[in-house]
């Protein structure tokens, strides 16, 4: 149903230009250098936490690399136990809501960490992830999102809320954020969980479809920061979000 999207990668990325176009381009904010950000001191376990995740984020997806293909497989084999994958490059994919028979042309704009995040969210909240695979809840568009593509655009979204590129956090979010990675080493693929069910749930409140995307991302966006910076909120789980997860 989505052969026609064309893909541009976004210049943010390293070797990359914009991404998701004619409706899932990038919703990240923009940033400029009169931006004026607060700057938050790191403890050295906050630090170490931080070059960890940083160095998942900069791992480019590599379908040469066995590691790769092998996750690549096991995300599908998560998504379809029914189905055998004929190939690593198939039409099958395209089921999953990939851009076109090759999944690997569209990592290039979360890298290696945005199939982890598939990954984890399938081996960890399987029925979550279920059912929006194959978009079981609420009263759905015709011209639904693809699965698999706002998978990689959630991956992006967060890296570039919470700051996870710079060397500390210039943000409230980006700093408590820091604190339940420094308690909980799976915090960033948690929250990615969390903001792909907050997503598709803003999605049904909105009775959104295809070419609003762009508009649930960004209030996506907005609620999860609020959430991040209440009060009550010690560690992820205290989410309100999170209950959509796990119910």
Not at 56 to 68: A, F, G, N, Q, W
Request: net charge negative; with cysteine.
């Amino acid at each position: 149903m989505f052969t026609d999207i064309q893909i541009c990668l976004a210049e943010v990325v390293a070797g990359s230009a914009a991404w998701l176009g004619r409706g899932l381009s990038c919703v990240c904010a923009q940033r400029r250098e009169s931006d004026a950000r607060p700057s938050f001191d790191l403890t050295p376990a906050q630090e170490e936490c931080l070059q960890r995740l940083q160095s998942r984020i900069e791992v480019s997806y590599d379908s040469s690399i066995p590691e790769h293909q092998e996750a690549l497989r096991a995300l599908w084999n998560a998504s379809f136990p029914e189905e055998e994958l004929r190939d690593l490059i198939s039409e099958q994919w395209k089921e999953m809501g990939w851009q076109g028979k090759d999944p690997s042309t569209d990592f290039r704009g979360g890298g290696f960490i945005s199939l982890e995040n598939l990954l984890f969210f399938a081996r960890n909240y399987p029925k979550s992830f279920q059912d929006l695979l194959r978009k079981q809840e609420g009263d759905r568009a015709l011209w639904e999102y693809p699965f698999a593509v706002a998978g990689v655009n959630i991956t992006f979204m967060l890296i570039q809320m919470l700051d996870l590129e710079a060397v500390k956090p210039r943000s409230m979010a980006g700093a408590i954020f820091l604190k339940f990675l420094s308690e909980n080493e799976s915090a960033f693929d948690l929250l990615y969980c969390i903001t792909f069910k907050l997503m598709d749930n803003q999605w049904l409140a909105m009775h959104a479809s295809y070419m609003d995307f762009n508009t649930v991302m960004k209030s996506t966006r907005r609620q999860l920061e609020r959430e991040l910076l209440l009060e009550d909120v010690s560690r992820l789980e205290d989410l309100p979000s999170y209950s959509l997860l796990t119910r």
